[in-house]
């Protein structure tokens, strides 16, 4: 199951413990390129997976990171082509 991710949440919640972005991906145990990726422009969808590795790295809540809007849109087009 994929998640989207909000990327400005992620990069304050990441600035907020003075991390850089090599810093977090080795906290994390994830590559550096994937939370550049995860930051940039607009929401990026991710496995749960690395939303633990960052959020357990970041030590916040999943909920802290995760763009719950997209969730929502998917549902509503799920019931119109019900």
């Known amino acids: 199951m994929d998640f989207t991710v909000n990327p400005i949440r992620l990069s304050q ?6 991390l850089s972005q090599r810093d977090l991906a080795k906290k994390a145990g994830i590559s550096p390129s994937t939370v550049s990726l995860l930051e940039k422009n607009g929401p990026t969808i991710a496995a749960l997976s690395t939303i633990r590795k960052v959020c357990s790295a970041l030590d916040v809540d999943p909920g802290e990171i995760i763009e719950f809007r997209r969730a929502i849109e998917d549902l509503g087009s799920r019931n119109e082509h019900a």
């Open 13 to 18: 919640a990441r600035m907020r413990k003075l």
